[in-house]
């Protein structure tokens, strides 16, 4: 079960195998996402209302509410968060089906996890159009594999796991002003505490390393990623 690290993202894991989910979920936050989890369809249904998701890992074949139904109640009202469909049922006309529904992307049980990880990728990036592989924005080159940012100079430098998730999602939203609470809902999970003055400190963590320029202080705003357009 998943939930968006939004992201950094922030993502949603629904899925009632406790062992899988466990172990999706572990890999997820090594490769530098913020994880909820849950494992049934009505909380799934609240919390892809409720909370700031990125994307959503769905299972199809849940208690309380089957996923396909969870992702039809999303898409009724107009939630278009991204879904990749889990299920162990591999008949064309069910993912058909799911396709119909509203799913984004499919993958069939047992999958590989650093399958999972490239799609979900895929899809964000796609969603915010960005190359499937890595960022490059206002002239530096995120690489998430490795989670390491490239200067213009071309010099590299490592960083932390929040340093990441939060440069990644400013580097996803570059232009735009991102209030402090809005990175938190992003870069942390729903267990995690969300103190948003940590985001100032992060932001000094990465202005030192990046350059102070690339992140533009909007007062009583939030802050934004420069894009090489001029801070709007």
């Known amino acids: 079960m998943l939930p968006t690290d939004k992201p950094p993202l922030r993502l949603l894991l629904v899925e009632d195998d406790d062992a899988l989910s466990a172990a999706v979920r572990s890999d997820l936050v090594g490769a530098g996402f913020a994880v909820d989890t849950c494992d049934n369809g009505i909380d799934a249904e609240h919390l892809g209302d409720t909370e700031p998701y990125d994307a959503v890992v769905l299972d199809l ?3 309380g509410k089957p996923g396909l139904d969870v992702l039809a109640a999303w898409r009724k009202r107009n939630n278009t968060v991204p879904v990749i469909v889990l299920t162990a049922r591999d008949a ?13 992307d499919y993958l069939g049980k047992p999958f590989h996890v650093e399958e999972l990880i490239a799609r ?14 890595r960022l490059s924005v206002g002239g530096i080159e995120l690489d998430e594999d490795l989670q390491q940012v490239t200067l213009p100079d071309g010099s590299r430098r490592e960083l932390t796991g929040t340093e990441f998730r939060l440069l990644r999602y400013m580097m996803l939203n570059a232009g735009r002003i991102l209030s402090k609470s809005t990175l938190s809902d992003h870069v942390y999970d729903q267990d995690s505490d969300r103190d948003s003055n940590l985001i100032e400190v992060y932001v000094r963590r990465l202005r030192e390393k990046i350059g102070a320029s690339l992140i533009v202080t909007k007062r009583g705003q939030g802050y934004v990623f420069n894009n090489g357009s001029g801070a709007p």
């Open 61 to 63: 074949g849940l208690p």
């Open 92 to 104: 064309w006309y069910e993912r058909v089906d799911g396709f119909r529904t509203g799913a984004d």
């Open 120 to 133: 979900i990728r895929a899809l964000i990036h796609r969603r915010h159009g960005q190359s499937a592989t």
